[in-house]
């Protein structure tokens, strides 16, 4: 019944009053890509190589053109693999640097372990000029194990360098400080810590509730607790609270019980001590809307005030949507539904679910200055702006009343912008309503 309670509560939350206004844009296109350390094997120069039928070797790079897949209408999207080099995106987490640029963090490739061993794993340093729209990669960090903390076999067991690939980990959020890197994974999930350099330093496994938390990309996917973690359904979240006493590792779908089920509308949220390196125990339940299905990202304000990006599925305009039964690269045949800045008030208490404090929608923002550097296939009418991606996965909170928002593209699979064009990667700085 307390479930139950909880749903239809989350159903009937209010949207807050005034919407997101859109304060600067840019963009990093679609193919964007890094050229691998000379170091490297030489079969990480070309990335996206086992991305066809059956996961089988391509070795003729551009020879297979991408689409959305049948769930999104098999749209083409104008870029093909395999791909030469190494590609910069999608970006699934973003930080401040604290010098005037970011780290972005680059995700496992191409989406699971079978497809994505030929794809590096990497944090990028880049230069976002709003003003003139533009992106500048400065720098690459490539992730790798040389010291061999994790215990399992990985790609490049046998390597000097032992180089961290998407069948090794897949890297979805991201926390930077003086000395390296914390990085939550969805596979295991995991939590890692990186130095600097990009070598993996601490390999740790999730425990909950004292036991061992699996999904089903574990390197052990045996069950050892009646919950496990969906596929695709790890540590998608990760933010330091001010203060930096606890990490908060946030997972991206429910929990599933021991009959595959859901176990609640609601992801668990699991805290961290970054300096004894092992999990507190304490957990929070962060209430999902009635039509989310997931989380993006977690950040913290200089307030404590937790914010996420909460969505459901599909990608596009849904104003551009087909209609009912039909399916044409001239309209999205599974529009975006239900895209959400939401302000959380997490509490002190162990266990409890967490108060949403305002809901923002990211589908309709305000652009009254026409600023937006490109607006796409969109129904929408001029002086407003959307962010209909598949999934928008990277979020930061500036301290001066503003938000960053950063799609993380699936490249080359997800075309939510325009309908027959890949995604390129939007940094999308939108300024909050004023409002408590």
Known sequence: MRSLLLFLWCASLPAQAGALELDAHAVLPAATQVAAPRDAPVDLRHAGKFTGPGNLRNREVGSAPATTGPGS???????????????????????????????????????????????????????ID??????????????????????YRITHEGTRGRYLTGADLDPESLVADADGFWIGDEFGPYLLRFDRDGVLREWHATRLDGALLRSPDHHAPEPADPRTAQRSGGFEALAAEPGARRLWALLEKPLLDAQGRPEGPFVRMLAFDPA??????ETRRVPLAADATAVGDLAFDAGGAAWILERGGGEGDPGRGCAPGTASDECFANPARHRRLVRLRLGDADGAEVVREADHDLLD??????IARQRGDTALPAGRFGLPFATPEGLAILGDGRVLVVNDNNLPFSAGRFLRRADDTEFVLLRLPPGP
Not at 130 to 151: K, S
Not at 276 to 281: H, K, N, V
């Open 276 to 281: 004894r390196g092992e999990w507190t125990g």
């Open 73 to 127: 209408g098999n749209r083409p999207t104008g870029l093909a693999l395999p791909f030469r080099g190494q590609a910069v995106q999608g970006i699934s987490g973003i930080v401040d640097a604290g010098d005037g640029t970011w780290w972005a963090l680059s995700d496992n490739g191409f989406g699971t372990r079978r497809n994505s061993p030929d794809a590096m794993l990497m944090i990028h340093r880049l230069r």
């Open 130 to 151: 709003f003003a003139r729209g533009t992106v500048r990669r400065l720098e690459t960090v490539f992730l790798r194990d040389p010291r061999a903390v994790i215990g």
């Open 365 to 370: 923002l305000a652009d009254p200055r026409g």
